[in-house]
């Protein structure tokens, strides 16, 4: 018989757990508390220009990836070609081209350096590829991680294979470990580079990042990286399409303020006084509002980590949002590139930038290209009235003068400007304190103590960037096709 699945929020990580339950023939209602699908790879619209509200790059389409597996078991295959550059990256002394090919990418990145340093970075990527091949060959099974059950324990040990022996000794090492081994520790330059990338993905640097995960993020882009049309919100659309044409429900505006267990399984109640009953639950709302929802007695039931991590700090971030005029520009802006200053991973001294592509009449007319731009930030930097003011004005003149040192002109070309402060991030993504991203995935908070969608409470499931294997819409995904597992004890995809 088919359950009725309550899913609170429509992030990524929500809409995947809810199109693969719906498509599987449970009846789904999912309640996003604003107007749009998608939390932070949603969109919102200025006039002629549509901006993505967070995430820009498309990971996870090719074949086998964990979009391209949602994508095909709902019957929505999305096929895009991937980006053969992926990425510009400059840095103070260098400015490094991140290619897809393997063999291109290397090549270019010992152009850099002293002819000394050739063999050990040589090494070194042979061990990430090599090290990401093997942990990518469980990205078939996708076993739950922290196990929590006697049937993910069972999942694991089955998909577990004799290569998987090669990873024990790198378990509970950090990449800055493995770098020291191969004799790079001192190559700052080719250490900021990469700390520019884990920022990005991990939401640390190579100091404290879990060697394991920070081989496959480093490995990730050469699999596929995208750029997908209109922004990723079409994930989100796609995916919401795909729950309304198998029967279940979507509602937007929808805030939920108290989720109680009764009887026969749990009772929701939105912010409107409306109820939704539900044989399970899945939030996808960000973990620091669960304790806020819960009664006393359940906020107790929580796992250990959930509830710490219901009360911990994430990063926030300070996103500018622009459009500019093409024509006022000696070329188009690419459509990714990352730029630092070298004075850190944060605070305005590196940032992402993404640019639509011309002739990508989705998010700007032709002759223009919307612009986003987004900086990692500590909360501290925030929390008054004052330091509020200061830092955007600080961070946006910090991202802008950056800009302008490598694309002359680019104020000029700015027709359209705002910014997206914590505060922002708050109201329209229901995020407190505007954090986003997740927690770092360093060793203490990464694979086996990580959180797990388990709740800790039956019938009720968490999914997101702060659930395994955390930030980023592949992470998001994943979390919910656990949940979704979990719920209809299938493997679904």
């Not at 049309?229 to 939920?256: C, D, H, Q, W």
């Not at 995935?441 to 009720?460: E, R």
């Not at 968490?462 to 994943?478: K, M, Y």
Request: glycine share 10%.
């Amino acid at each position: 018989m088919p359950q009725n699945i309550l899913v609170i929020g429509a992030g990524i990580g929500g809409l995947t757990a809810g199109a693969l339950l719906a498509k599987s023939g449970e009846r789904v209602t999912v309640l996003e508390a604003s107007s749009e699908l998608g939390g932070s790879a949603g969109k919102f619209k200025r006039h002629k220009f549509l901006f993505p509200a967070g995430a820009t790059l498309g990971m996870g389409l090719e074949d086998g990836g964990i979009h391209e597996r949602v994508f095909r078991f709902l019957g929505k295959p999305l096929q895009l070609e991937p980006l053969e550059t992926v990425m510009e990256m400059i840095h103070p002394d260098h400015s490094f081209v991140f290619m897809k090919d393997r063999n291109q990418h290397v090549d270019n990145i010992i152009s850099h350096f002293p002819p000394a340093y050739e063999s050990k970075i040589r090494s070194f990527y042979r061990e990430i590829y090599t090290t990401a091949s093997i942990v990518r060959t469980l990205m078939g099974p996708l076993p739950a991680l922290p196990p929590a059950t006697a049937k993910e324990w069972t999942s694991l040990a089955f998909a577990i294979r004799p290569v998987h022996v090669k990873l024990l000794p790198h378990f509970n090492k950090t990449l800055g470990n493995r770098l020291e081994h191969h004799g790079l520790g001192p190559l700052t330059a080719f250490r900021h580079m990469l700390d520019g990338l884990l920022i990005d993905s991990m939401q640390t640097g190579s100091d404290d990042v879990s060697y394991l995960l920070a081989a496959v993020a480093l490995d990730i882009y050469h699999e596929g990286a995208y750029y997908v049309p209109g922004g990723l919100y079409r994930f989100a659309g796609l995916m919401g399409e795909s729950i309304t044409e198998n029967g279940g429900v979507v509602k937007k505006r929808r805030r939920i303020t108290q989720l109680a267990q009764t009887g026969k399984g749990w009772m929701a109640t939105d912010h409107r006084g409306n109820k939704y009953e539900a044989d399970a639950v899945i939030v996808n709302a960000p973990i620091h509002l669960l304790p806020d929802m819960l009664p006393p007695e359940l906020v107790s039931q929580l796992k250990k980590p959930l509830l710490e991590g219901a009360g911990s700090e994430t990063w926030t971030t300070l996103t500018l949002y622009m459009a500019v005029d093409s024509s006022k520009l000696s070329h188009p802006l690419p459509p990714f590139r990352q730029i630092s200053t070298g004075d850190g991973m944060a605070e305005g001294a590196h940032f992402f930038m993404s640019a639509s592509l011309p002739g990508d009449t989705l998010r700007a007319p032709d002759g223009y290209q919307t612009v986003t731009v987004s900086t990692h930030s500590k909360a501290g930097h925030w929390d008054t009235k004052e330091k509020y003011e200061a830092a955007r004005e600080t961070l946006s003149e910090r991202m802008l003068q950056a800009i302008e040192q490598q694309i002359p002109g680019f104020r000029e070309s700015i027709v359209h400007f705002e910014t997206g402060a914590p505060k922002a991030w708050e109201r329209y993504t229901g995020r407190p304190n505007g954090y986003v991203g997740g927690f770092p995935q360093t060793l203490d908070s990464a694979l086996f103590n990580s959180i797990s969608h388990h709740s800790g409470i039956p019938g009720l499931y968490v999914c997101g960037d702060h659930i395994f294997p955390g930030g980023g819409t592949i992470g998001a995904a994943t979390s919910g096709i656990h949940a979704a597992r979990s719920i209809t004890s299938k493997r679904l995809i």
